[in-house]
């Protein structure tokens, strides 16, 4: 489906969505050709922005493009074609096609808690191949300036947000409410389709939460799945930078592991154990 909604315009609203796409555009024209050179088109999984055209020219680009999305290609391609017989078109010229994919980071987290630890942690996963939602009930908690690359969520219940989350997304959940923590752990482990999910506690946090979510349905599996205590265990300290530090670098290690392939959770005693700052 063709979206008329300009090229510029797209890629800035695919951009703040997390959304990939491909940029297609006419870098060369020969003879008769539908469009000039210079003209673009967006692609995404399942729309188009703009146009280069019609026909079967634009069919063809079309699925050049989608093939460059499901194979994660990052690399600019160029196509030339020649608009006769082959493609169904008349013109009787010829173009070349230029094909620059805009990835947007495989990696989307939905970070819970704009406290002390959360404001420590929002800008060490900014700076990683991360889209952050960051998500608290209380606006005046967030900091004037929110770093880029992470979206500001005010939300009355933080809870409903978990929902809005795609597949084998990343929760860290370190709110200043036990209860919301139990609520967020309970919602994101029914879920169960994420890649990671932490939460900030203590070994006595985790087996006080195990016992409350197995009676909520929760399964062994499922919470075996839970890391709680979470942070790398070479990073000591309480302080919240040194929290945030611990917590990113398991996040790190943990898309970093096999290519990004479901690793089996480590023990508690081999984590960091973290209790929530006062």
Known sequence: MMN?????SALNKLRDKGESCVLVTILEERGSTPRNSGSKMVVTADRTFETIGGGHLEHKAMKIARQMLVDGDSEVRLEKFSLGASLGQCCGGATTLLFEPVLQPAIQIALFGAGHVGRALAPLLASLPCKVRWID?????????????VEKVVNEFPVDEVDEMPPHSYYIVLTHNHQLDQELSERILKRGDFDYFGLIGSRTKRK?????????????????????????????GKLPAEIAIAVAGEVIAHYNADFGEQKKPKTDDQRLSICRPA
């Open 137 to 149: 009930s209380r606006d005046n908690e967030f900091p004037e300036e929110i770093p880029h690359g």
């Open 208 to 236: 006080r939460f195990e016992h409350r979510l197995k009676a909520r349905g929760i399964g062994e599996a499922m919470l075996e799945r839970m890391i709680c205590p979470m942070g790398i265990p070479q990073v000591k």
């Open 4 to 8: 008329r909604v300009d090229w510029i």
